[in-house]
């Protein structure tokens, strides 16, 4: 199984709204990337998560809060999001971060912030 | 990071080999380069990886010249299935820091 899902596919919150993105692996990877994508932009890396400990945070706005409970798993946060934050968030994993490892991309969860 | 240097767009016919170079002139000793396909709305896809010289697996060829300061995607023999955005990548080491560049953006002609 080589599959990263994310929930939900499509994502509609207004400006006061607290909600959460979920990512699911079972390749056994250790870690886990959020990354977020605009239209027609390559995609940013926002976090990552080694071995469930969050070592990379690309000065991303506290409204932006990850968590991963298990190796596993992989959740973003929402609260207070702004309009601006409307796109496209995906998650990643890789077996480690030797930095050779093949990212496998879940389909990503679209969102719209209103 | 190295900072890599794609053309933005290109066109070609069904049925014909397609070469997308990148350049990565700051390209570090420890680095790999590393290629991803992405359709619209999906998430990127690992095509190939290489170090040096050249790699080849059941769907792409990467040329990498002795300097490494440049490489080349090419891809045989294209469909209308491979329309999409092709992203070069570089970086090795500690926490896969990656950084996506601009991306190519593949449409093929029927």
């Known amino acids: 199984d080589t599959e990263v899902t994310q929930t939900p596919k499509h994502l509609v919150m207004g400006m006061t709204n607290k909600k959460s993105l979920k990512c699911e692996q079972h390749m056994g990877h250790r870690a886990m990337y959020w990354y977020k994508q605009k239209a027609k932009k390559p995609p940013e890396l926002m976090f990552v998560?080694?071995?469930?400990?969050?070592?990379i945070n690309e000065s991303v706005p506290s409204r932006f809060s990850p968590e991963c409970p298990n190796s596993s798993l992989l959740n973003l946060h929402l609260h207070a999001l702004q309009p601006e934050d409307s796109a496209l968030y995906l998650c990643?994993?890789?077996?480690?971060?030797?930095?050779?490892?093949?990212?496998?991309f879940g389909p990503g969860t679209r969102l719209l912030v209103l | 990071l190295a900072k890599t240097t794609q053309p933005i767009s290109m066109d070609s016919y069904e049925g014909q080999e397609v070469n997308i170079t990148c350049s990565h002139n700051n390209i570090a000793t420890n680095d790999y380069i590393t290629w991803y396909q992405q359709f619209p709305s999906q998430g990127p896809r690992f095509i190939i990886q290489g170090y040096k010289t050249k790699v080849t697996n059941e769907v792409a060829s990467l040329f990498i010249p002795a300097d490494r300061k440049s490489s080349t995607l090419s891809l045989p023999r294209v469909s209308l299935s491979d329309t999409a955005v092709y992203y070069c990548?570089?970086?090795?080491?500690?926490?896969?820091?990656?950084?996506f560049g601009t991306g190519t953006k593949l449409q093929v002609i029927p």
């Open positions: 990643a994993s890789s077996q480690a971060t030797s930095g050779r490892e093949t990212q496998y």
């Open positions: 998560y080694s071995y469930e400990k969050l070592s």
């Open positions: 990548l570089v970086g090795s080491g500690g926490y896969q820091k990656v950084t």
